[in-house]
């Protein structure tokens, strides 16, 4: 049999523990003395604290200035009579000072004003609805005179040409930006598919909206030479007979077929309606230049199209004099 001892006896602040553990009964258990130090007495926190105000100590340094945080510049005068305040902000940055006029001044000192020049035109309409308008004008009796319009950033004075197309209004620029060169406004459809083709070609000088009007305006070079009419050659070929007027007729058909095949094989691109309007000679009829792109295709020249150019071409030997009496 075992019993368990577990006995603790306190004697003046002494404890006497008995260390517990099983032994058989009957045997005397011996006590072992643990002193532990007496407990510590607390005392008792105050309720408030006096903070001292002043230290007696002369060697205590000076209270530290606090740091003032500036978030916006504020504004100090002098004086109310002097006038001139100066701008002081807490950034890096150094500021040139604001200077602001005093009351009593007589005068103000203003800055003198940025000019500009702007490209674009006063817009004389009142719709500025930003959609685009591809025909300008219902017909060309429509269209005025004159007008200046703006294209890519540049200004056109504009005059209505003697000489109008099938499809567009055509206008020569007379002042502003590229003098001598022509516009074309659109009476049908876009002008957007002939720019390709002309800038394609090296004729293209603008085409866009003008930001007034929002109509199309194309840009194209001046061609050298003039329309087989006002060729010298050709009035005189004319004068002296049908025969001699069909002949340099076929000559001036041979020069622009020629000329329409050689920018083929350069660019791949088919003038498509070579007329006595889109084609223009230089006075021996020898060299030709193709204007107005409208119809042009990618596909190859054939004879169908030489012919056609033959028989448009023809139509001006129209009403010329008769031959001479004993001409073949």
């Known amino acids: ?89 807490a950034s890096a940055i ?12 007589s005068s103000l000192a203003t800055t003198p004003a940025v000019t500009t020049t702007s490209a674009l035109p006063v817009c004389s309409i009142r719709n500025q609805r930003r959609v685009v308008k591809k025909r300008a004008f219902i017909t060309r009796d429509k269209a005025p005179p004159t007008l200046p319009v703006t294209i890519e950033g540049k200004t056109f004075g504009l005059t209505k040409n003697d000489d109008q197309g099938n499809n567009a209004v055509v206008y020569k620029v007379t002042s502003g930006s590229d003098i001598g060169s022509f516009a074309k406004t659109p009476l049908t459809k876009s002008l957007q598919r002939e720019a390709i083709f ?26 050298p030479g003039a329309t087989l009419p006002k060729i010298q050659k050709f009035v005189t070929a004319k004068e002296n007979g049908r025969t001699e007027c ?14 329409a095949r050689s920018v083929f094989a350069e ?4 003038h498509g309606d070579i007329n006595p309007g889109n084609v223009l000679f230089d006075d021996e009829i020898q060299e030709a230049t193709l204007i107005d792109w409208g119809s042009a295709t990618t596909r190859p020249i054939n004879s169908i199209a030489e012919g056609q150019a033959l028989f448009e071409f023809n139509k001006l030997c129209v009403g010329a004099a008769p031959d001479p009496e004993g001409s073949s």
């Not at 408030?48 to 500036?70: D, E, F, G, I, M």
């Not at 069909?246 to 020629?258: E, G, I, M, N």
């Open 1 to 89: 049999m075992y019993k368990r001892v577990s006995d603790v006896e306190i004697r003046d602040s002494t404890i006497t523990e008995i260390q517990y553990s099983l032994f058989p009964e009957g045997t005397n258990v011996l006590a072992r003395k643990i002193t532990k130090p007496a407990p510590i007495t607390r005392v008792a926190p105050t309720t408030k604290l006096v903070p001292t105000t002043k230290l007696n100590s002369p060697a205590q340094p000076s209270p530290t200035p606090k740091l003032v945080r500036t978030t916006s510049p504020k504004l100090a005068t002098t004086s109310a009579l002097a006038g001139t305040s100066t701008l002081v902000t």
């Open 94 to 105: 150094s500021k040139p000072p604001v200077t602001s006029v005093s009351r009593s001044s």
């Open 198 to 223: 002309t800038e394609t070609v090296g004729q293209l000088i603008a085409f866009g909206v003008d930001p007034c009007r929002e109509f199309e305006f194309m840009i194209v070079q001046a061609a």
């Open 246 to 259: 069909l002949a340099v007729v076929r000559q001036a058909v041979d020069v622009a077929v020629a000329k």
């Open 267 to 270: 660019k791949e691109i088919n």
